[in-house]
């Protein structure tokens, strides 16, 4: 696809793809020229670097998640705010690449700056003042990128291992097996091995049990309901 008929919204749209595909250590600008028709030059013409296209494909991602309206009057912050929690949770278990960005790469723009502003506004509708509001939102956003972190670097992980010369699914399973094997030294963590349910989900050893997303981001805002109850 020559330069003059590529645009930017087409070469970051197919960024998002091939990094949902092979993560950051897969995106390239010679691979998305590919990917587009066009040589890697015209890809540079309009986004200037790789770290300005991981910025652009950050914030596209950010522009697509809803922005729920709270119901009226000060009970309705609650359920906005979880669906938002929610969202964000969503779209880095479909786009776990993003949580590697956050880390390594400035990620703005206005997709991210529209959810903020959103999210403090239904912070500050429920009666937290700008400071508390800037808080909150910050300990939920917190606390859903710690959740998300363990499935971004197993999905890194699987992409390493499937690169890589060898038996990729032998060698998880074996380095699985050398972990169950330190842990077992450790009484409460052996009694968990020891239950029928870890025989037989025990390569998932060391990930987070159901439903712990859900039972956290609960009791966080149990925590900031909590505290809008005392202060009134």
């Given at each position: 696809?020559?330069?003059?008929?590529?645009?930017?919204?087409?070469?970051?749209?197919?960024?998002?793809?091939?990094?949902?595909?092979?993560?950051?250590?897969?995106?390239?600008?010679?691979a998305?020229?590919?990917?587009?028709?066009?040589?890697?030059?015209?890809?540079?013409?309009h986004v200037?670097?790789?770290?300005n296209?991981?910025?652009?494909?950050?914030d596209?991602?950010?522009?697509?998640?809803?922005?729920?309206?709270?119901?009226?009057?000060?009970?309705?912050?609650r359920?906005?705010a979880?669906?938002?929690?929610?969202g964000?949770?969503?779209?880095?278990?479909?786009?776990?690449?993003?949580?590697?960005?956050?880390?390594a790469?400035?990620?703005?723009?206005?997709?991210?700056?529209r959810?903020?502003?959103?999210?403090?506004?239904?912070?500050?509708?429920?009666?937290?003042?700008?400071?508390?509001?800037?808080?909150?939102?910050?300990?939920?956003?917190t606390?859903?990128?710690?959740?998300?972190?363990?499935?971004?670097?197993?999905?890194?992980?699987?992409?390493?291992?499937?690169?890589?010369?060898?038996d990729?699914?032998?060698?998880?399973?074996?380095?699985m097996?050398?972990?169950?094997?330190?842990?077992?030294?450790?009484?409460?963590?052996r009694?968990?091995?020891?239950?029928?349910?870890?025989?037989?989900?025990?390569?998932?050893?060391?990930?987070?049990?159901?439903?712990?997303?859900?039972?956290g981001?609960?009791?966080?805002?149990?925590?900031?309901?909590?505290?809008?109850?005392?202060q009134?």
């Amino acid at each position: 696809m020559p330069r003059d008929t590529l645009t930017r919204d087409q070469i970051v749209r197919a960024a998002v793809a091939l990094l949902d595909e092979e993560g950051l250590e897969g995106l390239n600008m010679r691979a998305l020229g590919v990917r587009l028709g066009s040589a890697a030059t015209a890809v540079y013409w309009h986004v200037g670097s790789k770290d300005n296209l991981i910025a652009l494909a950050g914030d596209h991602v950010w522009s697509e998640l809803p922005l729920p309206q709270a119901p009226a009057g000060r009970a309705g912050w609650r359920a906005a705010a979880e669906a938002m929690a929610v969202g964000v949770h969503g779209m880095l278990a479909d786009h776990p690449w993003l949580v590697q960005a956050f880390g390594a790469y400035l990620t703005f723009g206005p997709g991210k700056a529209r959810h903020d502003d959103h999210l403090l506004g239904l912070y500050e509708d429920a009666g937290f003042t700008p400071d508390e509001a800037d808080r909150a939102s910050a300990a939920v956003l917190t606390f859903v990128l710690g959740n998300a972190l363990g499935p971004a670097a197993a999905a890194a992980l699987q992409r390493k291992l499937a690169h890589e010369s060898g038996d990729a699914e032998a060698r998880l399973a074996e380095g699985m097996a050398q972990a169950r094997e330190v842990a077992s030294q450790y009484p409460r963590l052996r009694a968990r091995l020891d239950t029928p349910d870890a025989a037989e989900h025990g390569a998932d050893y060391g990930s987070a049990p159901d439903q712990t997303f859900a039972f956290g981001l609960r009791s966080l805002l149990d925590g900031l309901e909590a505290r809008l109850r005392a202060q009134r």
